[in-house]
């Protein structure tokens, strides 16, 4: 049988889509390699990107304490989902949206009987969390912001939610109607 032996760099180590981000690859893989033979090998290599370098000392620190605290949260959410699946015996997938849920409804207080759906003031327990009655929810719809970060995100009851609809919180509740009550919602809020 014949082997195809690589031919080239590309062919042994592969292509990365973005050109640029290929050919700096490769000038690192160059140059580690470089140090390699000249003087072994390293305990560590640590890579700074050119955009971290015009941080300060300081800013760095921030940002690797911010990382350090994700880190720590995304622990504390794979527990969660851990411990949920061993009570109920059910299986709950460890996706981004059950990871968002489950840092929406931590952000909603520290004690479990205050997690409320933040328009209708119903309780969100970690059963209900889980089922079609609880959707992530854009607080500012995201056709008028186009803000999908978890700032403009909360928990809410899928009833509310549809009842919300493309409006702001405002919008939508503001006159008090059909059973919303816009001063109760922004007391929740505040909380």
């Known amino acids: 049988p014949q082997i195809d032996y690589p031919k080239n760099d590309e062919e042994i180590y592969g292509k990365i889509a973005n050109p640029t981000v290929h050919a700096a690859l490769n000038q690192l893989r ?8 000249l003087y072994g090998r390293p305990e560590q290599i640590v890579i700074e990107l050119a955009r971290d370098l015009k941080n300060s000392r300081k800013a760095k620190d921030l940002i690797k304490k911010k990382n350090a605290e994700n880190k720590k949260l995304n622990e504390e959410v794979d527990k969660i989902i851990q411990e949920y699946s061993e ?22 207080g520290d004690d479990i009987l205050s997690r409320k759906c933040i ?8 059963s209900k969390l889980f089922s079609d009655d609880v959707q992530i929810e854009h607080i500012v719809p995201y056709s ?11 928990l809410s009851m899928k009833k509310a939610n ?29 909380q």
Do not use: C
Request: hydrophobic share 30%.
């Open 162 to 190: 549809y009842y919300k609809g493309n409006r702001t919180p405002y919008e939508a509740f503001k006159d008090n109607k059909d059973g919303y009550n816009h001063e109760a919602i922004l007391e929740r809020a505040k």
């Open 119 to 126: 328009y209708t003031g119903e309780q969100i327990n970690i």
């Open 87 to 108: 009570q109920y015996h059910t299986q709950i997938v460890k996706n981004k949206l059950n990871r968002d849920k489950i840092k929406l409804w931590l952000e909603l």
């Open 30 to 37: 160059k140059v580690v390699n470089e140090l390699l033979e």
């Open 144 to 154: 008028k912001t186009l803000d999908d970060s978890m700032n403009n995100k909360t």
